[in-house]
């Protein structure tokens, strides 16, 4: 355990969601000190102190830190959500005060092999098929990250056995030091999070420091199809595994027709037929490739991959399959938080389509989305505040069909009102769920509540 660098040590912990919480408990069962701050006035540390588990306790700072608190600083985590640039965290930087994130933490207490896979989609689908397939060959896998599960809570019970599986985020790759996957991934890089990272070329940036500190022994799994992981792979400092939807490749994993090959040394072989799997749409065979990559650099077997792929059903919120009612297929993509998600949603679907779009506005540009209906998109139902945005851009694209709605239960309405039996609605709102849910997840989740409330004759 990488540990004794911490013990002893004053560190300053940035915000009491989930992630905050774990590194504090992950800190005080290696010795640390943790200082846990939140900016929320609204909170009290009976509040805060109420999330941590009986027996860890912790300095707790509400609103604002004192001079003496600030300090006796030695080292600042940050929680995901937190921008490093802030004039806060560069108080401290200007001190020298070293500043991690979550996962910088957790890759410093914990032990064994890890797996580092980003990209601005496909990341969920992607670490949770991995850690299927890893789990089918090793005895301790944990799958963690932005999945939901934090690092630091597993880091703690890792071995050297270990397979840690993590999905992680450009937010938590900006505060990376020593981080150090066996294999890393980068599905793609398309315009996202631009609000934080305020340009394409800090948040490439930041998504590819995923390799950084990896060797010509480790392998980074590239798509040949993303113009940035592309231009990438020209200049990485490990071996690139390939995979691409699009062309054959020399050496690599491709889609042709609906067959997945892979291609060494001069000569090619079939893996599988895509309707072999539960996995649906171009984007998923994607998932699948940058899986089948992955997995066989950390020495799987292909048959144990192919054969945990066969089995793997969607994951939640993705594309997801809700329940067909009067005829209508309802599908839940809530995930599709950016135009470039959701372009991979209504793109899955193959037949006429009512679609539920907007949100939380996070600087995207619509044109490509709009783009992809592809003549799909029988009615546009628009929510939250992108609602009039995404209207105009739909609009100069020549679609008229357009309902704006002031709720999500009306949304919903709206859509069982104009669909019609052999039709789909798709929830996938290309934007993020602020303002309206929490996450991602609840919208997802509410969506599927009112399919599922739904009589087949009202």
């Known amino acids: 355990m990488k540990t004794s660098v911490l013990k002893g040590k004053k560190v300053l912990v940035v915000g009491s969601g989930i992630s905050g919480i774990g590194a504090v408990e992950a800190l005080c069962h290696v010795g640390a000190e943790p200082l846990l701050y939140d900016e929320n006035e609204n909170l009290t540390t009976e509040d805060v102190q109420a999330k941590l588990k009986p027996g860890i306790s912790a300095e707790i700072a509400i609103g604002a830190l004192s001079e003496a608190q600030k300090a006796a600083v030695e080292l600042v985590v940050l929680s995901p959500g937190v921008p490093t640039d802030t004039a806060f965290v560069e108080e401290f930087r200007s001190r020298g005060v070293k500043i991690w994130g979550e996962i910088e933490l957790a890759y410093e207490i914990g032990k064994g092999s890890v797996i580092a896979i980003t990209g601005t989609n496909g990341k969920t689908t992607t670490t949770t098929l991995v850690g299927a397939i890893m789990a089918a060959v090793c005895t301790h896998v944990d799958v963690v990250g932005n999945i939901g599960n934090p690092y630091t809570v597993t880091a703690l019970s890792s071995d050297e056995e270990t397979v840690t599986v993590a999905e992680i985020s450009s937010f938590q790759l900006e505060t990376i030091e020593r981080f150090h996957p066996r294999v890393s991934a980068i599905l793609n890089i398309t315009p996202d999070h631009l ?264």
């Open 195 to 458: 609000n934080r990272h305020h340009t394409m070329e800090n948040y490439a940036a930041a998504k590819e420091a995923v390799c950084k500190n990896q060797t010509k022994s480790d392998v980074c799994v590239l798509n040949y199809e993303n113009e940035y992981t592309r231009e990438f792979g020209e200049r990485c400092p490990v071996a690139v595994a390939w995979f691409s939807s699009k062309r054959q490749l020399a050496d690599g994993f491709y889609l042709e027709g609906e067959e997945i090959f892979q291609a060494r040394g001069g000569e090619r072989e079939s893996l599988m037929n895509v309707r072999d799997m539960k996995l649906k749409g171009i984007c998923n065979a994607e998932n699948v490739m940058a899986a089948m990559a992955i997995t066989q650099a950390m020495g799987v077997p292909m048959e144990t991959i192919l054969s945990v792929i066969k089995d793997f059903a969607p994951v939640e919120h993705r594309i997801e399959f809700v329940a067909t009612k009067r005829g209508i297929d309802f599908y839940n993509d809530s995930k599709g938080t950016n135009p470039d998600a959701a372009i991979q949603g209504i793109r899955a679907m193959d037949r006429p389509t009512v679609l539920i779009g907007g949100g939380y506005d996070k600087q995207s540009e619509y044109d490509e989305w709009i783009e992809a209906f592809d003549g799909k998109v029988k009615c546009l139902v628009l929510i939250g505040q992108t609602r009039e945005k995404i209207a105009d851009c739909a609009r100069r694209h020549g679609l008229s069909d357009i309902v704006l709605a002031d709720s999500f239960e009306e949304a919903f309405a709206v859509c069982v009102k104009r669909a019609e039996p052999g039709d789909a609605v798709l929830l996938s709102p290309a934007c993020a769920s602020w303002g309206m849910f929490p996450n991602y997840e609840v919208r997802g989740e509410r969506f599927k509540e009112m399919v599922n409330r739904m009589e087949e004759n009202d």
